[in-house]
């Protein structure tokens, strides 16, 4: 067990355990003969049933971080912790195995579901990949999750652009959770969505959370959902992790002059007087 | 009536292949000269839409069923494209919401900005001035909305320029016109908000030094509320509640605008349960009888579903059309 982390178990007891940990995820592009280092030494901690926030603008390698630690583009150094098992050192079989265990969405419920394909067969999809499960079982399942997504059954037969933005992004959560994984990764969830939506989507997911057990790691360039969603969070600039720390310190003390300013930058809207 | 822009029981239809879209449903906004107005709604409400409309440049197959809108004493839905080319750009200018789709990538901006001047003393008739006199102009454009390094910035060319520079930019052209009436769409939604913040501030100081009036459209409570004086609500094609900014904002008495507000997480945090609105925008082909919020309406009654709610006023400069509005 490494320094650190018998550090943090002595801090906060053995039970906190990250899901998942980066150590140093650093990114490299190299673009046109120059490198570009979109992601530099970025190291965090994900606690078990928890939701951590990464907010940045853009630019800031907050998506990066996200699709790092899903695998879906390699760090060019550093490493990834899943359940106590080096993520970094798996490709294959092993990589596939675990990738059952870690969900994502992507921000763009429009472009992430195929055109062709019902949502039933959307929402199909992860038992076909990875697991035996098919006929009348597979149907079952798939109607579970319209339920817990709270869709009709008969939306399996339904195309995608038959859906609203809402009611698609809420296929991707189905789909994203249906083989029951222990971590999810939202990669903007709400950014392409009407603020009425975006409130039902952000309360379907915090209900998600305590109803299957999820753990989040929450990407997202709107600091008011952020803070109203997150128990720790993370603040992103030019590659950088600028500051860190539970929300509510965050937002209520910025240490940082950046953080102070991208808070204050803000409109606020005058309180309500109901 | 004194008011710059008077838009009257104004209705538009576009005809689709699936149907006609009752596209806007009898808008009445009126706006005096150095206010600013706030129009805020969801995505399909047609808020931009009618923007479009006040500029003259609304789809191309949209219908007028009735109402009129009037600038500075001109019918604009009477105006013919040759009159139109005195008015846009002139009298209304426009800006949009993402800054790059709106400058050509193959010129520099001296040369664009070069040729809008050149093309508003063409549009009016007058001779052109001399040609180091037009490049002045260009200058004191650009240090009009506060871009300091005028010579590097007239030299670039927009993929050179950031996000927020190239917003400024379009802010300069719709200036070049001196008009009276700006329409910012959505002008901040593609930005981050720390240049979100500076864009609002350099309008707000334009409306303040120039007299600008403004029509704002957007999506972003917060951003309507930094600028805007006052505030039009729209949902489905009508206008649910208007007023002044504060007067709505901190006493919203529509459904659709204290929903709205509740759907909105706050960035202070005092962890206040976000309320969604349920159910989905309308289809505007087959719009729902009487009030178009009714099916999502907590407070709706057989009079909601039966009878389109009257706009009656509920208090100094503070309209709304609900048959239950919040006192």
């Known amino acids: ?274 | 009536m004194t008011a710059l822009l008077n838009i009257d029981n104004y209705r538009l239809d576009i005809p689709t292949f699936d149907g006609v879209l009752k596209v806007l449903d009898g808008i009445d906004i009126a706006l005096e000269q150095g206010d600013t107005l706030g129009i805020v709604g969801e995505s399909g409400c047609g808020k931009t839409v009618l923007a479009r409309s006040i500029m003259g440049i609304g789809p191309r197959n949209a219908r007028r069923v009735s109402g009129h809108i009037v600038f500075d004493s001109t019918a604009l839905d009477e105006l013919s494209e040759a009159d139109w080319r005195r008015v846009r750009g002139v009298k209304i200018s426009m800006i949009f919401q993402d800054p790059m789709t709106y400058l050509n990538p193959l010129l520099t901006i001296g040369r664009q900005l070069f040729d809008v001047i050149t093309a508003h003393y063409r549009a009016q008739g007058k001779p052109a001035p001399a040609k180091t006199d037009r490049l002045a102009r260009c200058v004191r454009l650009l240090e009009q909305v506060q871009i300091a390094d005028t010579q590097r910035v007239l030299k670039s060319y927009p993929h050179q320029l950031s996000g927020g520079m190239r917003q400024r930019i379009l802010i300069a052209m719709a200036l070049a016109g001196e008009p009276k009436l700006l329409i910012a769409d959505e002008p901040t939604t593609a930005l981050d908000v720390t240049i979100q913040a500076e864009i609002l501030k350099l309008l707000r100081g334009l409306v303040d030094r120039l007299g600008l009036t403004v029509v704002m459209i957007s999506h972003d409570v917060g951003a309507i509320a930094a600028l805007s004086r006052r505030v039009a609500v729209m949902y489905a094609g009508t206008v649910v509640e208007q007023g002044t900014a504060k007067s709505i904002l901190t006493r919203p008495r529509h459904p659709y605008t204290r929903g709205l507000l509740a759907a909105l997480p706050d960035i202070e945090g005092d962890a206040q349960p976000l309320e969604a609105i349920p159910g989905t925008i309308p289809n505007l082909i087959n719009p729902p009888s009487g009030c178009r919020f009714h099916p999502r309406c907590p407070r709706a009654t057989a009079i909601c579903r039966q009878e389109k709610p009257e706009t009656r006023s509920v208090g100094a400069d503070h309209v709304v059309a609900c048959h239950h509005a919040f006192d």
């Open chain 1, 1 to 274: 067990m490494s320094s650190l982390a018998t550090m943090l178990s002595t801090e906060t007891g053995p039970e906190a355990e990250p899901l998942l940990s980066a150590r140093d995820l650093t990114k490299v592009f190299h673009t046109g003969g120059q490198d570009f280092r979109a992601v530099d030494g970025v190291s965090l901690d994900v606690k078990p049933g928890k939701v951590l926030g990464i907010v940045g603008e853009s630019g800031s390698g907050k998506s990066t971080v996200a699709r790092m630690v899903m695998r879906l583009i390699e760090p060019s150094s550093g490493q990834i912790m899943f359940e106590g098992e080096n993520l970094t050192a798996k490709s294959g079989e092993a990589l596939r195995q675990t990738r059952r265990h870690m969900q994502i969405v992507f921000q763009n419920p429009h472009s992430a579901l195929n055109p062709r394909d019902t949502i039933g067969s959307a929402i199909a999809e992860p038992f076909l990949v990875q697991t035996r499960i098919r006929g009348a079982e597979l149907e079952r399942r798939v109607e579970a999750l319209l339920d817990i997504i709270s869709l009709p059954k008969a939306f399996k037969y339904r195309y995608p652009h038959e859906l609203s933005g809402g009611q698609k992004q809420r296929v991707c959560i189905a789909r994203a959770v249906a083989l029951e994984p222990r971590l999810l990764v939202l990669d903007e969830p709400t950014s392409a969505l009407d603020v009425s939506v975006q409130a039902q989507i952000l309360m379907f997911l915090q209900d998600l959370r305590v109803r299957l057990n999820l753990t989040y790691l929450f990407i997202s360039h709107n600091l008011a959902v952020v803070r109203h969603l997150c128990d720790d969070v993370i603040v992103m600039s030019k590659g950088r992790i600028v500051e860190s720390g539970s929300t509510d310190a965050v937002f209520k003390s910025p240490r940082e002059a950046y953080t102070r300013k991208l808070i204050d930058s803000v409109p606020r809207i005058p309180r309500l007087c109901v």
